[in-house]
T-cell receptor
Framework: DGGITQSPKYLFRKEGQNVTLSCEQN?????MYWYRQDPGQGLRLIYY???????QKGDIAEGYSVSREKKESFPLTVTSAQKNPTAFYLC??????????FGQGTRLTVV | GIQVEQSPPDLILQEGANSTLRCNFS?????LQWFHQNPWGQLINLFY???GTKQNGRLSATTVATERYSLLYISSSQTTDSGVYFC???????????FGKGTTLSVSS
């Protein structure tokens, strides 16, 4: 089936550890996005990529890094520099300037 | 950048009631979407509606781009309609969706 797959669904991180969240899409979309959602809040943009090998910072990029080596994949690394990483992370993709679709999300908890 | 505001923040209804959710945006947009976030957190696409009116069953949406607002109508609400409804507008650069803070809808039987 076509869609966006995020993994894992749940992730636990120890203090000072880097973790990577996976996002894969088979919709042949050019653009991909990462959002963060805190309890009771809307979604805030972390990074976005409109084309392979290119990505841009969103509103809250500090403490995060991404890569876009393949059109289908846009992994997000939460580094130890992110002081409050516990949140729900959502990945999305779209054709340029059209309807966006979201994955099922990854819940990250610091332990 | 573009600002997106949703109202009301919370809405409590009896099953069978109708409701209207509003989304205001601060600048012209090329793209506006409505989503329903289910209890597991997944965002379900409801409407892609940069302008005009669309209907899908008991739900309909209208965007008046020149006046910078969009409305989501829910008729004959059901308990399964409960959850958070988000609107999101594409920023002027056309690079990413900017979300409102959502409307939390609770429908009781």
């Amino acid at each position: 089936d076509g869609g966006i797959t995020q993994s894992p669904k749940y992730l636990f991180r120890k203090e000072g550890q880097n973790v990577t969240l996976s996002c894969e899409q088979n919709l042949n979309h050019d653009a991909m996005y990462w959002y963060r959602q805190d309890p009771g809040q809307g979604l805030r943009l972390i990074y976005y990529s409109q084309i392979v090998n290119d990505f841009q910072k969103g509103d809250i990029a500090e403490g995060y890094s991404v890569s876009r080596e393949k059109k289908e994949s846009f992994p997000l690394t939460v580094t130890s520099a992110q002081k409050n990483p516990t949140a729900f992370y959502l990945c999305a993709s779209s054709w340029w300037n059209t309807e966006a679709f979201f994955g099922q999300g990854t819940r990250l908890t610091v332990v | 950048g573009i600002q997106v505001e949703q109202s009301p923040p919370d809405l409590i209804l009896q099953e069978g009631a109708n409701s209207t959710l509003r989304c205001n945006f601060s600048d012209s947009v090329n793209n506006l979407q409505w989503f329903h976030q289910n209890p597991w957190g997944q965002l379900i696409n409801l409407f892609y509606i940069p302008s005009g009116t669309k209907q899908n069953g008991r739900l309909s949406a209208t965007t008046v781009a020149t006046e910078r607002y969009s409305l989501l109508y829910i008729s004959s609400s059901q308990t399964t309609d409960s959850g958070v409804y988000f609107c999101a507008a594409l920023n002027q650069a056309g690079t990413a969706l900017i979300f409102g803070k959502g409307t939390t809808l609770s429908v009781s039987s």
